[in-house]
């Protein structure tokens, strides 16, 4: 049984971090890139970034980049999304995902390029 189980969301203030986890089962990550994406209320899912299941690269959307981090660790089975300098704007709620998106579709962190999708874990930035 395919199953992707986020953690490590939670309240956080302004500039302050967060470090979600995707712990996966059920399929060989090796071969499947790993995405993160994220919906806020009222507005529709977005892709926050994505890591290549062959050579480790890794695609950012640019309000993230320099202040998130994804990494993967296949024996753990585990992917990772390292947060800093958090914004209000970063609340929503974050799930990752996993698919065999082509290369050219890598960098544009598509929804639909991604077949299997965790419950999601909710991220607020407030004071």
């Known amino acids: 049984q395919v199953q992707l189980v986020e953690s490590g969301g939670g309240l956080v203030q302004p500039g302050g971090s967060l470090r979600l986890s995707c712990a996966v089962s059920?399929?060989?990550?090796?071969?499947?890139?790993i995405g993160w994406f994220r919906q806020a209320p009222g507005k529709a899912r977005e892709g926050v970034s994505c890591i290549s299941s062959s050579d480790g690269s890794t695609y950012y959307r640019r309000s993230v980049q320099g202040r998130f981090t994804i990494s993967r660790d296949n024996a753990k089975k585990m992917a990772y999304l390292q947060m800093n300098s958090l914004k209000p704007e970063d609340t929503a709620v974050y799930y990752c995902?996993?698919?065999?998106?082509?290369?050219?579709?890598?960098?544009?962190?598509?929804?639909?390029?991604?077949?299997?999708w965790g419950q999601g874990t909710q991220v607020t930035v407030s004071s």
């Open positions: 059920g399929f060989n990550l090796d071969y499947y890139a």
């Open positions: 995902a996993a698919g065999q998106p082509d290369v050219i579709s890598l960098a544009t962190i598509v929804p639909s390029d991604y077949g299997y």
